[in-house]
């Protein structure tokens, strides 16, 4: 049985998925609060990448052991995310930095 017919199919898978939504909601309007800027889905994540703090909080709240959880969660949330630009160019710095290819 696969993720989605599980939520159909158990209450409480649903209320858990709802409930999970919210909390994430929740945490993307406290990151904005926090910086005081309107900042979107791509920004956030970025902010998650770079921002020790932000990350700790982040997977606190979610109760992610590693970082690999919190942005698998990220990107099943908004699966577009990959494509951002802003996305691409920090990543392409970090790999500079690093000496990767």
Do not use: W
């Not at 700790?56 to 970082?67: G, N, P, Q, V, W």
């Amino acid at each position: 049985m696969n993720y989605y017919n599980r939520i159909e199919q158990v209450p409480s898978a649903r209320i858990s998925d709802k409930e999970i939504n919210s909390l994430f909601i929740k945490f993307c309007t406290l990151t904005c609060i926090l910086y005081n800027k309107k900042l979107n889905l791509a920004n956030i994540f970025l902010l998650i990448l770079k921002e020790e703090k932000i990350s700790a909080l982040y997977k606190s709240i979610f109760e992610f052991d590693t970082d690999f959880e919190g942005i698998k969660f990220f990107l099943d949330y908004d699966s577009s995310l990959h494509k951002s630009k802003y996305i691409k160019k920090y990543l392409n710095a970090r790999d500079k930095k690093s000496g990767k290819k």
